[in-house]
């Protein structure tokens, strides 16, 4: 039973554009989340987080929003550049100190020049 | 930028053999972790470490067994490697200062093929 969805393995931008990733969860005890980028042959590396007692974190190009009443986030990224071209993963955890990470299956985002 | 490496890169290696694959970092981390990937599916934890003589199972149930007898280092055993164990093996290392909420630094992983 999958407790992080990303229902789009793959999304293709014009470069310049708005990129925009999704992630589901069905978990209502998971309170914090986290974005990790993954280019071929490399291990993942992390992104971007957002704390359940937020709706928005920013960091440069890339924003994630929280809906927690509709328990999704999503994952901006403007502009996207050919750079960004990976697969993205969605990662939860739950408060408790608990070590694991529940990941999505990742969306592979391509960005034309 | 993150010290983590893990060998080989990829393997392939007939049914019945032991193999190890090898992790280790630099960067002094207490919590160490070995996730499982299967092509275009999720990471699952199969072991995680708080650090030297600490391990634990992880989420997904894997055959394989680990050891942390010093603080960089973290392989991963199977005793008798089966078709069943290919996949790729992810090993990372974290602070260990927020539990899973830390930022978990990967190697590059271990494609393992077993005929």
């Known amino acids: 039973d999958q407790q992080v969805k990303q229902n789009s393995p793959s999304l293709s931008v014009q470069e310049g554009r708005i990129s925009i990733l999704n992630c589901d969860y069905t978990?209502?005890?998971?309170?914090?989340f986290l974005w990790y980028k993954k280019y071929p042959a490399e291990g993942p590396t992390f992104l971007i987080s957002i704390s359940s007692i937020k709706d928005k974190n920013e960091d440069g190009r890339f924003t994630v929003f929280l809906n927690k009443s509709a328990k999704h986030l999503s994952l901006h990224i403007v502009p996207s550049q050919p750079g960004d071209s990976a697969v993205y993963f969605c990662?939860?955890?739950?408060?408790?100190?608990?070590?694991?990470?529940?990941f999505g299956k990742g969306t592979k985002l391509t960005v034309n020049p | 930028e993150a010290d983590i490496y893990q060998t080989p890169r990829y393997l392939v290696i007939g049914t019945g053999k032991k193999i190890t694959l090898e992790c280790s970092q630099t960067m002094g981390h207490d919590k160490m972790y070995w996730y499982q990937q299967d092509p275009g599916m999720e990471l699952h934890l199969i072991h995680y470490?708080?650090?030297?003589?600490?391990?634990e199972k992880g989420d997904l149930s894997s055959e394989s067994t680990v050891s942390r007898i010093r603080t960089e280092h973290f392989p991963l055993t199977l005793e008798s490697a089966r078709p069943s164990h290919t996949s790729q093996y992810l090993c990372?290392?974290?602070?260990?200062?927020?539990?899973?909420?830390?930022?978990?630094?990967f190697g590059p992983g271990t494609r393992l093929t077993v005929l």
């Open positions: 990662a939860a955890t739950m408060q408790g100190g608990s070590e694991k990470l529940v």
């Open positions: 990372a290392s974290s602070p260990g200062l927020a539990g899973a909420r830390d930022t978990q630094y």
């Open positions: 470490s708080y650090g030297v003589n600490s391990t």
């Open positions: 978990n209502s005890m998971f309170d914090y």
